[in-house]
């Protein structure tokens, strides 16, 4: 080395080095990204080489440091060391390669984003196969510290406003290569020797980017919020060529992150959302499954409602037994209005329920099933409904048939002679007393008298009903209360039917006895009570 001095002197230094050749190479020593516009992704791929396969060193030149012993023909390890808040990424960052054998280790992936206060470097280590075999990097690396740490709209206005500021730079980073002999360990932990290192130069330019967001105070963080398991939201982003050219514009998605690419830039839209299972519930709450559509006269129709929050209501195909006596002309003895909607999270809609039937029965029935976008069944419930021949009916006693109906025409109980007085339709009505030891307790029942709301103008609104010859019945051990009443037009009335058995009572003989009831509405009716009181053990 020579140097000169100012006074025309010259002085001769004598230098020493030492020539090292590692174990392994680098397939290039120095990266050049291309123009790359801020928060924008770029990559590249490098290749650690191991060609040492034979110590021979008069064939071909051997790794060894100076005239030192010659690297032994093992696997080696390298490790890559980033540079603290450089905005670079190598994947894998360690490994071990073979003799004779090449890894597409240090692939770079570079956001030219300058670094930001209070984001986090990954951590180095070992990376999956995927990323070893060199597949394309992950454009939201950078993006998902920024919103873990700066979400606010303050935050991403004012990344919008240097964003349109941006002049270009262009920055070199200088990063290690550390080599050692064997399979390496945990990160930052391979025991290397300093003279084997190789070293990596990285050119990074820096440029203004063509699109920026302006929606949502310029946040490229789209969040689609909690949606219901089969539903579809739509939602807009507005984005803004801030460049002085008309660029054209591509799009793909790829792991929740909406790539909008021009021929030198891409904008990193970061989508978010969650699935989840929409709760349904029925208001009034149902009666063990059941709603209840009460009594109406015949040939007329009644309506009520009930409040739900899914997405459709539907009749219930498939529960066959839920399915009672049906329209003789055709017609649904029930329809629910609106059948099908859409409800906003946290509100309701209420669905009108009509009941039309078109002859009298008590066992009009039907399968109600609500349906969440056409495929997940959330609640199933029956509806049911009574229509009746006369305002005044009664309910409650011995079913006498089974609760399957004919279609055929029921035959009239009264005689066509209108001298002849019709018969009392008898009703048979039964109680249990339990005998406890030396006692009996007393059976206890209640029939009720409805009187159905009708809509026309010219009849009765109320009825009445009277028990008649209660004292034939008293001796026996029975007792009505009350005995007679006003029915209100809509409303049911319960009357309590008790046996006592009186002193010295068989336990083994049933008790018999009979009363009638006479109902007064828009016609006078009577029912002939036949009571029948038995004893049952405990």
Partial sequence: MLTVLFICREFKIQCKGIGVHPPLELS?????????????????????????????????????????????????????????????????????????????????????????????????GKASPAAAAGGGGNPATIMTYIFLY????????????????????????????????????????????????????????????????????????????????????????????????????????????????????????TLAGKGVSPLVNLSPTLDNGMFDMGAVLASEYLERTFKQIPEFVARDKKSKSLVGTQNNNGQNVFDLVPADGTIPPGGSTEITVTFAPDHPSDHYSDGIKIELFGKEESHSFQIKGTAKPRIMYIEGFDERSPNVESLAEKPSLHTEDEDTKALPEPILFTLQSIAKESEFIPASRELHVG????????????????????????QKGFNIE??????????????????????????????DASILLTLRGDTVDQFKIMLRAIVVSD
């Fill in 451 to 474: 009187c159905v709301r009708t809509m026309a103008v010219s009849q009765k609104k109320n009825g009445e009903f009277q028990f008649e010859n209660v004292q034939s019945i008293t």
């Fill in 482 to 511: 009350p005995q007679k009443g006003m029915v209100e037009a809509g409303a049911i009335k319960p009357v309590t039917i008790t046996w006592s058995p009186p002193p010295g009572h068989d336990p083994n003989q049933p008790v």
């Fill in 150 to 269: 700066f979400s606010s709209a303050a935050y991403t206005q004012a990344i919008g406003s240097l964003l349109r500021q941006c002049k270009g730079s262009f920055r070199t980073y200088i990063i290690p290569c550390y080599v050692a002999s064997g399979t390496c360990g945990n990160p930052g932990e391979l025991p290397y020797s300093v003279y084997n290192t190789l070293y990596l130069e990285v050119h990074c330019p820096i440029v203004k980017p063509e699109l920026v967001v302006i929606s949502d105070n310029g946040n490229t963080k789209l969040d689609f919020g909690d949606i219901s398991l089969g539903q579809n939201i739509i939602k807009s982003i507005t984005i803004q060529n801030i460049s002085k050219k008309t660029v054209e514009v591509s799009y793909y998605i790829f792991q929740e992150v909406l790539a909008i690419k021009t021929w030198t830039s891409a904008l990193h839209i």
């Fill in 28 to 124: 290039k020593q120095v990266v050049h990204f291309s123009a790359t516009a801020l928060y924008d992704v770029s990559t590249t791929a490098i290749h650690v080489v191991n060609s040492h396969t034979s110590t021979n060193e008069f064939t071909h030149p051997v790794p060894r440091i100076g005239k030192g012993e010659i690297a032994p023909v093992t696997p080696t390890s390298f490790e890559f060391i980033v540079p603290e808040n450089a905005p670079l990424t190598l994947s894998p960052s360690v490994g071990t390669i073979e003799p004779g054998k090449q890894k597409a280790g240090g692939k770079g992936a570079k956001s030219s984003g300058k670094d930001k206060p209070g984001t986090k470097t990954p951590a180095k």
